[in-house]
């Protein structure tokens, strides 16, 4: 293994710096007879969405940014970057001569990653209580597309979306750091389950 490079999960991610600002319109939103899709009733203070054309009142659509995330809540477009909940953690990634099932001609990268346990915070399901952390390792061809990916999954990682904290779908224990979705090949050999 030769090369390695390092990704830390704790660098501050602006959620807000590419909100698109939703523009004053006058006419038709998401709802019927011009009410708002999220109070139900007559809009006021129109905002429409710049990307979707949705339209909201203003404090409806302010506070559905601030409180569930900045997306489009009728078409779920993402207005901005999307933060998960990951607890601080570390990521690197290292060349391997190893190969992988199906890619015999080509190297492979293998990624590390480390989450110590810790306490959640507000935005875990038990905020005070403590987590178990875990290692994982995983593996992508290095190929063109394989390349893509790990830049992908690099950035998910750095806003916070690889991982959280929950109940393990394999051990069903509660306040665990689980995998959030992104799906890995965490075995060197088999297919899809491995």
């Given at each position: 293994?030769?090369?390695?490079?390092?990704?830390?999960?704790?660098?501050?991610?602006?959620?807000?710096?590419?909100?698109?600002d939703a523009s004053e319109v006058e006419g038709a939103s998401g709802g019927q007879s011009g009410d708002c899709p999220i109070c139900l009733c007559p809009i006021t203070d129109a905002k429409t969405l710049s990307l979707c054309g949705h339209v909201f009142?203003?404090?409806?659509?302010?506070?559905?940014?601030?409180?569930?995330?900045?997306y489009c809540p009728i078409c779920l477009k993402v207005y901005g970057v999307i933060t998960g909940n990951q607890p601080?953690?570390?990521?690197?990634?290292?060349?391997?001569?190893?190969?992988?099932?199906?890619f015999e001609n080509f190297q492979s990268y293998q990624?590390?990653?480390?989450?110590?346990?810790?306490?959640?915070?507000?935005?875990?399901?038990?905020p005070g209580k403590s987590y178990y952390g875990t290692d994982r390792t995983a593996y992508l061809p290095?190929?063109?597309?394989?390349?893509?990916?790990l830049k992908m999954l690099q950035l998910a990682f750095s806003r916070r979306l690889i991982f959280t904290v929950g109940k393990s779908?394999?051990?069903?224990?509660?306040?665990?750091?689980?995998?959030?979705?992104?799906h890995h090949k965490t075995s060197r050999i088999g297919g899809p389950s491995g």
């Open positions: 293994m030769n090369d390695t490079s390092d990704v830390d999960s704790t660098s501050d991610v602006d959620a807000t710096s590419d909100v698109e009142c203003q404090l409806c659509i302010d506070h559905s940014f601030s409180a569930i995330g900045q601080s953690s570390s990521m690197q990634v290292q060349d391997s001569f190893s190969h992988l099932p199906g990624i590390s990653y480390h989450i110590p346990s810790g306490v959640q915070g507000k935005n875990h399901p038990n290095k190929t063109e597309q394989g390349t893509t990916v779908r394999t051990t069903n224990m509660e306040n665990m750091v689980t995998w959030n979705d992104i």
